[in-house]
């Protein structure tokens, strides 16, 4: 059986918990107007919104349209398409602590078992369990259920351990769908491709060829409206823990068997559990931790991190990242993989460089720098391989050239966001792109000692300046291994 016939899209019930939130109204009804726009929906589907707030059908789709008019593109905004979107919407006022207000989502849930239904949890990480039990306790869970969770999940392994044990209580590993949804992008996908789909990297692909990789998820956005939040979280938590890492995996993992979820996931699995260890005195010498002071982002004004409304006094709350990491295998022995991530950079640019070896002996004048291959995933989604050529003219000089592949020019067809895909494999039961709860505890194993010896050591953030590149230890880390960051090379 192909994959396509295995993931078919069958009628489905799209529960949306926290359906008046940013993330519903910025991405998920987005998402799912795109879909019923290009017709890759059933005939047969709906969405109900679940939220607190008190109102009707009509006043959820008011405020739907509102917030889709600012978040769909203006040539993908049709009246008579919107028209028939909103037909399969529905609204449902619940206080999801009061066991009593799920009667009237069961009623329009009917009992109908053979019928998908996933509810898609886009709350706070804290009423995960509860919304879990709630829907269980009214008997909405069905063999052809699925549920789906934001990051974070959990902020330590003990919690993520508890968290997953009563998900499981409710729902089969099978029906549980973690979300990163750096995973849905279209760049990742390529990044597969690129790997498992061309001969001509896999002999590449490895300590005799590569240098060391470097991973940058960098935010022109200071912690905002978020500092509340942030405050008790961080960029480790935040950003590493599930985005980096996932990253990483996706680079570093062996070739899977086949494109099943289960051999693919086996693959990342393999690779966190082969991180060496940060722990003790070395998370001094392989860690950054910085915070932002005030400074200009894009000809701003930004305050300092410490004077956001919400940051506790004196916080050591990290808002900016970097490590050198290591993985223990034949194929990686030696490569340092670099990761960073901060807010309120020089430029938002998530990015993964990777730096061959340098050829042993140069017959040119002009030296030739290591060939690099760069895979950018936003603001631009392209693909670049640096290579060396003969500029023109008489002398025999060297200059870098890029073979490009931007997307955009590539494909004329509108690009998916990445929720497009997510919220599809989820009703079609597909769990490539989503995490397994092996994944989520391996991450933490990993993460849980550098945040202990922060703590002990009292490590005190590296202070940068909104608008830059991060701390001056983060370059003082990569210098180390004789290499720079990206921006310091082009």
């Known amino acids: 059986m192909s994959n396509s016939e295995r993931f078919q899209l069958h009628p489905f019930d799209l529960v949306l918990f926290g359906g008046t939130g940013d993330l519903a109204m910025r991405k998920l009804l987005p998402a799912m107007y795109y879909r019923h726009n290009e017709a890759q929906l059933p005939d047969d589907w709906r969405i109900l919104a679940v939220a607190r707030s008190e109102m009707s059908s009509a006043e959820f789709i008011a405020a739907m349209e509102e917030a889709a008019r600012r978040y769909i593109q203006d040539d993908e905004f049709h009246e008579d398409t ?8 529905e609204y449902f006022p619940i206080d999801i602590t009061d066991q009593s207000k799920y009667e009237g989502l069961s ?5 109908w078992p053979e019928r998908v239904r996933v509810f898609y949890l886009s709350t706070a990480p804290g009423l995960f369990t509860r919304i879990c039990q709630g829907v269980a306790d009214a008997g909405l869970v069905t063999e052809n259920s699925r549920v789906a969770l934001e990051k974070p999940l959990g ?3 003990d919690s993520a351990v508890a968290i997953n044990d009563q998900l499981a209580e409710v729902f089969n590993e099978s029906q549980i769908y973690r979300i990163d949804h750096y995973l849905g992008k279209e760049t990742v996908q390529n990044l597969m491709a690129l790997r498992f789909g061309n001969s001509l990297f896999e002999p590449l692909w490895r300590r005799e060829h590569i240098s060391d990789v ?4 960098a935010e022109q956005l200071g912690v905002e409206s978020r500092a509340g939040y942030y405050d008790h979280t961080g960029a480790l938590r935040d950003m590493v823990q599930n985005h980096l890492l996932q990253l990483l995996v996706i680079l570093a993992m062996e070739p899977p068997v086949s494109i099943h979820p289960d051999a693919v996931r086996d693959e990342k699995i393999k690779v966190l559990r082969s991180l060496q260890p940060i722990t ?5 010498t392989n860690t950054v931790r910085g915070q932002y002071r005030e400074g200009i982002v894009n000809g701003q004004p930004v305050k300092a991190y410490l004077e956001s409304e919400g940051v506790a006094e004196r916080s050591k709350n990290e808002t900016y990242v970097a490590i050198k990491a290591e993985i223990n295998s034949w194929r990686w022995q030696g490569v340092p993989f670099f990761l ?3 807010k309120s950079l020089a430029e938002r640019r998530t990015e993964i460089v990777i730096n061959f070896r340098g050829i042993p002996h140069s017959i040119f004048d002009t030296p030739a720098a290591p060939n690099r291959l760069i895979i950018r995933l936003q603001p631009e989604e392209i693909i670049k391989l640096q290579i060396f050529a003969k500029g023109r003219g008489d002398e025999m000089r060297l200059s870098p050239v890029n073979l490009d592949l931007d997307f955009d020019e590539a494909f004329d067809k509108r690009q998916m966001i990445a929720y497009e895909r997510l919220l599809m494999d989820m009703i079609r039961g597909n769990q490539t792109l989503f995490n397994h709860r092996d994944e989520v505890t391996a991450a933490w194993q990993w993460i849980d000692p550098i945040i202990a010896a922060w703590e002990n050591y009292e490590v005190e953030p590296a202070p940068y300046s909104a608008g830059s590149w991060g701390p001056a230890a983060a370059s003082a880390l990569v210098a180390k ?3 720079g960051w990206a921006e310091e090379y082009f």
């Open 82 to 89: 919107w028209a028939t979107f909103i037909q399969h919407v």
């Open 107 to 111: 009623k329009a849930l009917g009992d």
């Open 155 to 157: 902020r330590d392994y």
């Open 214 to 217: 470097q991973i940058t998820i």
């Open 280 to 284: 003790g005195r070395d998370v001094l």
């Open 340 to 342: 960073r991530t901060g």
């Open 481 to 483: 291994e004789s290499c």
